[in-house]
Protein backbone atom coordinates (compact mmCIF):
# COMPACT_ATOMS: atom_id res chain seq x y z
CA UNK A 1 0.00 0.00 0.00
CA UNK A 2 1.41 3.58 -0.95
CA UNK A 3 1.08 6.89 0.52
CA UNK A 4 -1.45 9.08 -1.76
CA UNK A 5 -2.04 6.19 -4.25
CA UNK A 6 -4.09 3.80 -1.43
CA UNK A 7 -3.80 5.40 1.46
CA UNK A 8 -5.24 9.26 0.78
CA UNK A 9 -5.40 11.05 4.36
CA UNK A 10 -6.57 14.11 3.06
CA UNK A 11 -9.60 12.45 1.43
CA UNK A 12 -10.05 10.64 4.52
CA UNK A 13 -10.19 6.90 2.70
CA UNK A 14 -8.01 3.98 2.11
CA UNK A 15 -8.55 3.11 -1.60
CA UNK A 16 -8.02 -0.82 -2.73
CA UNK A 17 -7.47 -1.14 -6.53
CA UNK A 18 -9.07 -3.79 -8.51
CA UNK A 19 -7.35 -7.07 -8.96
CA UNK A 20 -5.80 -6.65 -5.33
CA UNK A 21 -8.28 -7.53 -3.50
CA UNK A 22 -9.99 -11.23 -2.63
CA UNK A 23 -13.03 -10.84 -4.89
CA UNK A 24 -10.90 -8.72 -7.62
CA UNK A 25 -12.82 -5.83 -7.14
CA UNK A 26 -11.67 -2.39 -6.16
CA UNK A 27 -13.49 -0.26 -3.78
CA UNK A 28 -12.98 2.72 -1.76
CA UNK A 29 -12.94 2.31 2.73
CA UNK A 30 -14.14 5.96 4.14
CA UNK A 31 -11.61 6.26 7.60
CA UNK A 32 -12.37 10.07 8.21
CA UNK A 33 -15.45 9.18 10.52
CA UNK A 34 -12.81 6.72 12.34
CA UNK A 35 -10.77 9.32 14.15
CA UNK A 36 -9.09 5.84 15.94
CA UNK A 37 -7.47 4.23 12.77
CA UNK A 38 -6.82 8.00 10.78
CA UNK A 39 -4.67 8.70 13.96
CA UNK A 40 -2.74 5.40 13.71
CA UNK A 41 -2.17 5.62 9.88
CA UNK A 42 -1.02 9.81 10.32
CA UNK A 43 1.38 8.59 13.08
CA UNK A 44 2.52 6.09 10.84
CA UNK A 45 2.96 8.09 8.23
CA UNK A 46 4.96 10.66 10.34
CA UNK A 47 7.46 7.55 11.48
CA UNK A 48 9.78 7.80 8.44
CA UNK A 49 10.24 11.48 7.82
CA UNK A 50 13.39 11.62 9.57
CA UNK A 51 14.25 8.53 7.54
CA UNK A 52 13.84 10.04 4.59
CA UNK A 53 15.10 13.26 5.08
CA UNK A 54 18.80 11.85 6.11
CA UNK A 55 18.93 9.38 2.78
CA UNK A 56 16.86 11.67 0.75
CA UNK A 57 14.61 9.21 -0.03
CA UNK A 58 11.05 9.51 -0.48
CA UNK A 59 9.60 6.06 1.33
CA UNK A 60 6.21 5.57 -0.69
CA UNK A 61 4.94 2.56 1.34
CA UNK A 62 2.58 2.61 4.09
CA UNK A 63 4.68 -0.15 5.88
CA UNK A 64 7.84 -0.97 4.84
CA UNK A 65 11.10 -2.34 6.36
CA UNK A 66 13.77 0.35 7.05
CA UNK A 67 11.89 1.81 3.85
CA UNK A 68 12.16 -1.01 1.96
CA UNK A 69 8.42 -2.37 0.77
CA UNK A 70 7.16 -5.26 2.60
CA UNK A 71 6.28 -8.44 -0.07
CA UNK A 72 5.48 -10.76 2.93
CA UNK A 73 4.16 -9.68 6.49
CA UNK A 74 3.09 -13.58 7.73
CA UNK A 75 6.21 -13.62 9.52
CA UNK A 76 5.90 -10.59 11.05
CA UNK A 77 2.68 -11.49 11.84
CA UNK A 78 2.84 -14.36 13.41
CA UNK A 79 5.92 -12.77 16.01
CA UNK A 80 3.57 -10.11 16.39
CA UNK A 81 0.63 -12.79 17.65
CA UNK A 82 3.20 -14.52 19.74
CA UNK A 83 4.16 -11.45 21.61
CA UNK A 84 0.85 -10.07 22.02
CA UNK A 85 0.02 -13.68 23.94
CA UNK A 86 -3.22 -14.16 21.87
CA UNK A 87 -4.55 -17.21 20.60
CA UNK A 88 -3.64 -17.71 16.81
CA UNK A 89 -5.03 -15.36 14.28
CA UNK A 90 -5.10 -15.17 11.14
CA UNK A 91 -5.67 -11.20 8.92
CA UNK A 92 -8.68 -12.91 7.22
CA UNK A 93 -10.24 -13.26 11.02
CA UNK A 94 -10.68 -9.74 11.33
CA UNK A 95 -12.99 -9.62 8.20
CA UNK A 96 -15.26 -12.09 9.82
CA UNK A 97 -15.40 -9.94 13.15
CA UNK A 98 -16.23 -6.36 10.73
CA UNK A 99 -19.15 -8.74 9.40
CA UNK A 100 -20.41 -9.59 12.54
CA UNK A 101 -20.00 -5.98 14.46
CA UNK A 102 -21.22 -4.41 11.10
CA UNK A 103 -24.05 -6.37 11.68
CA UNK A 104 -24.62 -5.72 15.54
CA UNK A 105 -24.68 -2.13 15.10
CA UNK A 106 -27.50 -2.21 12.52
CA UNK A 107 -25.37 -1.41 9.13
CA UNK A 108 -27.97 -2.34 6.10
CA UNK A 109 -26.49 -5.59 4.82
CA UNK A 110 -25.97 -4.08 1.30
CA UNK A 111 -23.74 -1.43 3.33
CA UNK A 112 -21.59 -3.68 4.93
CA UNK A 113 -21.04 -6.11 2.11
CA UNK A 114 -19.65 -3.30 -0.01
CA UNK A 115 -17.48 -1.91 3.42
CA UNK A 116 -15.97 -5.87 3.07
CA UNK A 117 -16.16 -7.00 -0.41
CA UNK A 118 -18.76 -9.32 -0.15
CA UNK A 119 -20.29 -9.93 -3.64
CA UNK A 120 -23.34 -12.24 -2.61
CA UNK A 121 -25.56 -12.19 0.67
CA UNK A 122 -25.20 -16.12 1.04
CA UNK A 123 -21.06 -15.18 1.64
CA UNK A 124 -22.08 -12.20 3.83
CA UNK A 125 -24.46 -14.30 6.32
CA UNK A 126 -21.57 -16.87 6.48
CA UNK A 127 -19.19 -14.74 7.67
CA UNK A 128 -22.33 -12.74 9.96
CA UNK A 129 -21.63 -15.81 13.01
CA UNK A 130 -24.55 -15.29 15.63
CA UNK A 131 -22.95 -16.07 18.79
CA UNK A 132 -24.61 -16.92 22.38
CA UNK A 133 -24.89 -13.47 23.36
CA UNK A 134 -26.81 -12.65 20.57
CA UNK A 135 -29.31 -14.60 20.91
CA UNK A 136 -29.28 -13.10 24.82
CA UNK A 137 -29.77 -9.92 23.04
CA UNK A 138 -32.28 -10.46 21.08
CA UNK A 139 -34.27 -12.08 23.76
CA UNK A 140 -34.21 -9.28 25.88
CA UNK A 141 -35.46 -7.00 23.06
CA UNK A 142 -38.42 -9.02 22.62
CA UNK A 143 -38.86 -9.23 26.49
CA UNK A 144 -38.13 -4.65 26.45
CA UNK A 145 -40.81 -4.78 23.98
CA UNK A 146 -43.34 -6.48 25.38
CA UNK A 147 -42.92 -4.83 28.75
CA UNK A 148 -43.46 -1.55 26.99
CA UNK A 149 -46.69 -3.08 25.28
CA UNK A 150 -47.58 -3.58 28.60
CA UNK A 151 -46.96 0.15 30.10
CA UNK A 152 -48.98 1.55 27.33
CA UNK A 153 -52.65 0.62 27.20
CA UNK A 154 -53.52 2.43 23.79
CA UNK A 155 -50.61 -0.11 22.44
CA UNK A 156 -52.13 -2.96 24.46
CA UNK A 157 -55.93 -3.29 22.39
CA UNK A 158 -53.59 -3.71 18.94
CA UNK A 159 -51.21 -6.10 20.83
CA UNK A 160 -54.39 -8.09 22.06
CA UNK A 161 -55.95 -8.27 18.74
CA UNK A 162 -53.00 -9.73 17.01
CA UNK A 163 -52.56 -12.27 19.56
CA UNK A 164 -56.10 -13.61 19.03
CA UNK A 165 -54.88 -13.83 15.40
CA UNK A 166 -52.42 -16.44 15.66
Given at each position: MRWGFNVDL??????LEPGTTKNDEGRAFPISVLPGLAEVLTEQKRR?????KSTRRII??????QGHRIKDF?????????AAGIPRKIP???????????ERAGV?????MKLVGHKTESICRRYAIVA????VDGLKRLADYRAELETKPED?????????RK
Amino acid sequence: MRWGFNVDLGAGEIRLEPGTTKNDEGRAFPISVLPGLAEVLTEQKRRPEANEKSTRRIIPWVFHRQGHRIKDFRGAWDKAIEAAGIPRKIPHDFRRTAVRNLERAGVPRAIAMKLVGHKTESICRRYAIVAKQDLVDGLKRLADYRAELETKPEDREVSNIMDVRK
